[in-house]
């Protein structure tokens, strides 16, 4: 299938754009070494001495909850306290690899602007927006294509629950010059504006940016929300809990409840064929926010995550340094992640919107123009660092034994937009056709013939 004029041209312009900026290149968390040896390990001993009280109190956790209190806790969460990005770090994301990247995701975010018809608003709001690397880059292409935009009215609204990051962001994105909010009740938290005077808010939940035509961005988001753990067993599913090691007290253990949980009773499927099941009902409870919002306001949510299609069983894993790091070791100084499952996001989607994929990342950004793009950048630098640099983040991006089949991307998408025309009723005396929709960029092959 190819691209209409409006999104082929739009493409077509975007890829033959010179470079801005510096090339970004480094490792991905997908690629890590064995996880360090127990004994090389000293736990954090707050947030172990928070949990092994809550748990000495009422009893094992949740894996849920166990995720929750070691990333979120407005304490001593990993996500609340650390810089967790970038080279000193614990991994680092697609954005980070290669400026690219968030220039497709720019470019695919315009396209579906198109799509919807242009309208006079557009919302661009990012969960969990790291160090703003991919906002930035996104902004970039908005500045490259304003032409595009005519007199529509673009704002960026951040998702943004770390302190630590949102000062990073205001950074990348607005040169620092943002100002808090006087009261911690006020639903936007942060504010400021971006060099080309596009208003940015900073908020902790979904539930307040405000109402409107709205691109939802979610990269990396899904994997970090907490998940329960499920066990089938001969008298059915059991969940999957976190206790303390009787033999080692400083140390926590899983085990598997003796009966079973509300959540155990609850999120299963009737018809689950796999033995060991993930489910993240936090990350269910966001979606069928998205797409109630996208029914209701139009719009489209891109979810680019590392994940499956209902297939895989245990995913639970951390890193720490760039290694893989044990999820019950030395709580809070670790990132904790698990596969999204894009099956269980679909179904909870529901049917007020259409939803696309998983595509892997590589089909991805090859149907947004990426070789294309390589080649143009590589005609216009003579630089060896730079271009193998370049060379390098796009094989990490698109190579299947790399981050290129490991990542996939998901969308939700107003039912209009893949709406065929409706047929005129009653006779014409002049018959005129009616556009087809536009297709989806990135989950549509991208033609320029």
Same mark, same amino acid.
């Given at each position: 299938?190819? %691209?209409? $004029? ?32 127990? !004994?090389?390990?000293? *736990?954090?001993?707050?947030?172990? /001495? ?22 979120? @806790? *407005? ?9 967790? &990005?970038?080279? !000193? ?41 790291? #160090? ?16 595009? %935009? ?7 609204? &951040? ?30 938290? #942060? ?13 902790? /939940?979904?539930?307040?940016? *405000? ?9 990396? %988001? ?9 066990? /089938? ?28 949980? +509300? ?52 995913? $639970?894993?951390? $890193? ?21 499952? %894009?099956?269980?996001? /679909? ?19 090859? @149907?947004?123009?990426?070789?294309? #793009? ?5 005609? @216009? ?17 698109? @190579? ?16 209009? #937009? ?16 009616? +556009? ?14």
């Amino acid at each position: 299938m190819r %691209f209409s $004029f409006n999104t082929q041209l739009l493409c077509r312009v975007f890829i033959s754009l010179p470079a801005a900026g510096r090339w970004r290149a480094a490792q991905s968390r997908l690629f890590c070494s064995s996880p360090p040896t127990s !004994d090389q390990e000293k *736990p954090r001993a707050s947030m172990l /001495r928070h949990l092994t009280s809550k748990i000495k109190a009422t009893g094992p956790v949740t894996v849920a909850e166990y995720m929750r209190e070691v990333l979120t @806790n *407005p304490v001593t969460g990993y996500y609340v306290k650390n810089d967790m &990005l970038g080279p !000193d770090g614990d991994f680092i994301t697609s954005p980070e690899i290669s400026q690219i990247f968030g220039e497709l995701i720019g470019v695919w975010i315009i396209s579906e602007w198109m799509g919807a018809g242009q309208p006079k608003q557009l919302q661009l709001v990012e969960l969990g927006p790291g #160090r703003g690397s991919l906002c930035s880059d996104v902004l970039r292409v908005f500045s490259q294509l304003r032409s595009v %935009f005519g007199g529509a009215s673009v704002s960026v609204h &951040l998702v943004e629950v770390s302190p630590v990051l949102s000062r990073l962001q205001s950074q990348s994105l607005t040169g620092n010059s943002s100002q808090e909010a006087d009261s911690e009740d006020e639903p936007v938290y #942060r504010h400021g504006e971006t060099a080309a005077g596009l208003p940015v808010s900073w908020y902790r /939940r979904l539930d307040d940016v *405000p109402a409107g035509f709205s691109i939802f961005l979610a990269h990396e %988001f899904f994997d970090a929300l907490p998940i329960h753990k499920f066990q /089938r067993t001969v008298k059915g599913w059991r969940e999957v809990m976190v206790d303390i090691d009787p033999e080692k007290p400083d140390r926590l253990r899983f085990v598997m409840a003796p009966s079973p949980t +509300p959540a155990s009773s609850t999120l299963v499927q009737a018809d689950e064929r796999r033995g060991h099941v993930e489910v993240c009902a936090e990350g269910g409870v966001i979606v069928q926010q998205l797409a109630r919002r996208i029914a209701a306001d139009g719009g489209a949510a891109l979810i680019a995550d590392y994940g499956h299609d209902g297939t895989k069983t245990d995913t $639970f894993r951390g $890193f720490k340094g760039h290694q893989l790091h044990d999820v019950l070791s030395s709580p809070g100084s670790a990132d904790l992640t698990a596969d999204v499952d %894009f099956s269980y996001l /679909r179904r909870m989607a529901g049917g007020g919107v259409a939803c696309l994929g998983p595509v892997t990342q590589r089909t991805f950004l090859k @149907n947004m123009g990426i070789d294309s #793009r390589l080649q143009v950048l590589l005609r @216009n630098c003579s630089d060896p660092t730079t271009r193998k640099q370049l060379t390098g983040s796009y094989d990490m991006l698109t @190579n299947p034994a790399k981050m290129g089949e490991r990542f996939h991307f998901f969308s939700l998408l107003h039912h209009s #937009r893949l709406a065929k025309p409706k047929k005129p009723d009653g006779l014409k005396l002049e018959k005129k056709k009616s +556009p087809a929709p536009l297709p989806v960029a990135g989950f549509t092959e991208l033609s320029f013939s």
